[in-house]
């Protein structure tokens, strides 16, 4: 059986700066990712990133998949498998078994696993959600900015988070007509910034608004909207009805957390960090010395600060090998970096989910 | 429905090629996924539930299982992130499909 130092479960911002900490310090590293193209969500990403110069202000997201991806084929000692699939992982000989696009199995040794498995779409629960039209915000994503086809003539939005505001513009950039942005919270929850961008194209946004159902006959035809009240109950008088052809889910993400579970790793449950995401020490440790984890795996957040618990990660696992003379200045810099990127109002659901995970 | 400009991105693509939806003629490029190409030619029902409900597109990553269809005689195959290739027939898939050699009748259903 094949043994490597680390395998990192995941090619996303997180997963690829993990990689990258073990590379640059000489290390076997193995990243696996189902997708046929490294990057995971940066792909599609075709928005310019704010922050510091450090956090890649004004770099599109496209563009740094592509450098990460250039920068880790520069050590002979790293290795990226792309189609393939952990299917499990087995903590007793700290084995993955992984399956290729060619269906045949391979059992790979790893002495430290990272798991940045990132996380999945949310689905909102009313009648006809099923319908062909209803999609996930990454798919629309993906089908548009990834594939270049379009994903309907028109799309209801459905949450005013930055996703859904950065959606919005991108299919506007894409020359689809944007309905309307429905929100069920009182305030928008992204920023102001994204918020007016589309406003200012016209596109009117509902806020204690939801979706009381998705109709049509084979498609998605149109959607029925109606205001909540205080206790986020909808009001049947204030219903009405928007003709689309797409209805966009963009209510938030669970992490990605099978492998964490099947690792044995203690499991807490924190809403604000998106569901069950592993216990951790805030650098990647979980409660499996061997295990750690990164990104949105490990609590949903955004691409910049994937990229700094990714790197995080690395860094611990690289010196519970023993292999990382620089840990404190390294894990100095990017946590600083990540106390940054949290700080501020924005950030204040992240602090508190964080706070009760070590509760 | 293609973009065919972006102020930001260029498309690569592969050939244009051409398979058969249902039977139908159809032209999409060559590796892009087939629900992407069906996507582009109008096609949003790609399976039907075991109730009869109609299926799309949903997740795009190959997680949800909402876009199995009958490939070259094998069904169950995730179109969201299976590339297309030139002559290959797809078909709509009813409920969980069958097997290549597996006799319907031998199914409960």
Same mark, same amino acid.
């Given at each position: 059986?094949?043994?490597?130092?680390?395998?990192?479960?995941?090619?996303?911002?997180?997963?690829?700066?993990?990689?990258?900490?073990?590379?640059?310090?000489?290390?076997?590293?193995?990243?696996?990712?189902?997708?046929?193209?490294?990057?995971?969500?940066?792909?599609?990403?075709?928005?310019?990133?704010?922050?510091?110069?450090?956090?890649?202000?004004?770099?599109?997201?496209?563009?740094?998949?592509?450098?990460?991806?250039?920068?880790?084929?520069?050590?002979?000692?790293?290795?990226?498998?792309?189609?393939?699939?952990?299917?499990?992982?087995?903590?007793?000989?700290?084995?993955?078994?992984?399956?290729?696009?060619?269906?045949?199995?391979?059992?790979?040794?790893?002495?430290?696993?990272?798991?940045?498995?990132?996380?999945?779409?949310?689905?909102?629960?009313?009648?006809?959600?099923?319908?062909?039209?209803?999609?996930?915000?990454?798919?629309?994503?993906?089908?548009?900015?990834?594939?270049?086809?379009?994903?309907?003539?028109?799309?209801?939005?459905?949450?005013?988070?930055?996703?859904?505001?950065?959606?919005?513009?991108?299919?506007?950039?894409?020359?689809?007509?944007?309905?309307?942005?429905?929100?069920?919270?009182?305030?928008?929850?992204?920023?102001?910034?994204?918020?007016?961008?589309?406003?200012?194209?016209?596109?009117?946004?509902?806020?204690?608004?939801?979706?009381?159902?998705?109709?049509?006959?084979?498609?998605?035809?149109?959607?029925?909207?109606?205001?909540?009240?205080?206790?986020?109950?909808?009001?049947?008088?204030?219903?009405?009805?928007?003709?689309?052809?797409?209805?966009?889910?963009?209510?938030?993400?669970?992490?990605?957390?099978?492998?964490?579970?099947?690792?044995?790793?203690?499991?807490?449950?924190?809403?604000?960090?998106?569901?069950?995401?592993?216990?951790?020490?805030?650098?990647?440790?979980?409660?499996?010395?061997?295990?750690?984890?990164?990104?949105?795996?490990?609590?949903?957040?955004?691409?910049?600060?994937?990229?700094?618990?990714?790197?995080?990660?690395?860094?611990?696992?690289?010196?519970?090998?023993?292999?990382?003379?620089?840990?404190?200045?390294?894990?100095?810099?990017?946590?600083?970096?990540?106390?940054?990127?949290?700080?501020?109002?924005?950030?204040?659901?992240?602090?508190?989910?964080?706070?009760?995970?070590?509760? | 429905?293609?973009?065919?400009?972006?102020?930001?991105?260029?498309?690569?693509? +592969?050939? =244009? *090629?051409?398979? $058969?939806?249902?039977?139908?003629?159809?032209? %999409? !490029?060559?590796?892009?996924?087939?629900?992407?190409?069906?996507?582009?030619? +109008?096609? =949003? *029902?790609?399976? $039907?539930?075991?109730?009869?409900?109609?299926? %799309? !597109?949903?997740?795009?990553?190959?997680?949800?299982?909402?876009?199995?269809?009958?490939?070259?005689?094998?069904?169950?195959?995730?179109?969201?992130?299976?590339?297309?290739?030139?002559?290959?027939?797809?078909?709509?898939?009813?409920?969980?499909?069958?097997?290549?050699?597996?006799?319907?009748?031998?199914?409960?259903?």
């Amino acid at each position: 059986m094949k043994q490597v130092d680390i395998a990192v479960v995941g090619a996303g911002p997180a997963g690829l700066h993990a990689a990258l900490m073990g590379a640059e310090r000489g290390l076997d590293v193995l990243v696996i990712d189902n997708a046929g193209q490294a990057g995971g969500q940066l792909v599609k990403q075709t928005h310019k990133f704010f922050g510091s110069r450090e956090q890649r202000a004004g770099t599109r997201g496209i563009h740094i998949a592509d450098e990460l991806t250039k920068k880790l084929s520069t050590y002979t000692k790293a290795r990226l498998w792309l189609s393939s699939t952990v299917l499990s992982y087995y903590p007793a000989d700290q084995t993955l078994m992984i399956e290729d696009d060619a269906e045949s199995i391979r059992l790979i040794q790893a002495q430290r696993l990272i798991i940045a498995t990132g996380a999945s779409e949310k689905l909102l629960p009313f009648p006809g959600n099923d319908l062909p039209g209803v999609y996930g915000a990454g798919a629309v994503q993906t089908l548009m900015n990834v594939h270049g086809v379009k994903p309907g003539r028109k799309v209801l939005m459905v949450g005013a988070g930055n996703i859904g505001l950065i959606v919005s513009y991108q299919l506007l950039q894409s020359d689809v007509e944007v309905v309307a942005v429905v929100e069920a919270a009182p305030h928008i929850g992204g920023y102001a910034v994204h918020a007016s961008k589309i406003r200012r194209m016209g596109v009117p946004i509902y806020t204690s608004h939801s979706v009381k159902a998705a109709r049509g006959e084979q498609v998605l035809e149109r959607a029925v909207i109606w205001q909540l009240d205080e206790q986020w109950n909808g009001i049947d008088s204030t219903q009405f009805e928007l003709p689309c052809d797409v209805l966009c889910l963009a209510v938030g993400l669970s992490p990605l957390t099978e492998l964490l579970w099947q690792a044995g790793c203690r499991m807490v449950f924190v809403p604000e960090l998106g569901g069950h995401v592993p216990w951790h020490n805030g650098r990647g440790a979980t409660s499996v010395p061997e295990v750690f984890v990164a990104g949105d795996a490990g609590g949903v957040e955004e691409a910049s600060s994937a990229m700094a618990t990714g790197a995080l990660a690395g860094l611990s696992a690289v010196e519970s090998l023993g292999q990382c003379p620089d840990y404190a200045e390294a894990t100095g810099a990017w946590s600083r970096e990540l106390d940054a990127l949290r700080a501020g109002p924005a950030g204040s659901k992240i602090r508190k989910g964080l706070q009760s995970l070590q509760l | 429905m293609r973009i065919s400009e972006h102020p930001i991105l260029k498309f690569r693509r +592969g050939h =244009r *090629v051409r398979f $058969y939806f249902d039977g139908q003629e159809m032209k %999409g !490029f060559e590796g892009e996924p087939i629900a992407a190409a069906l996507h582009a030619e +109008g096609v =949003r *029902v790609l399976h $039907y539930s075991e109730a009869g409900r109609p299926r %799309g !597109f949903f997740c795009a990553i190959g997680n949800c299982s909402s876009c199995l269809m009958m490939v070259d005689s094998q069904p169950n195959v995730r179109t969201c992130i299976t590339p297309l290739r030139a002559e290959m027939d797809i078909r709509t898939q009813r409920g969980r499909g069958v097997l290549s050699g597996e006799q319907s009748e031998d199914r409960e259903s």
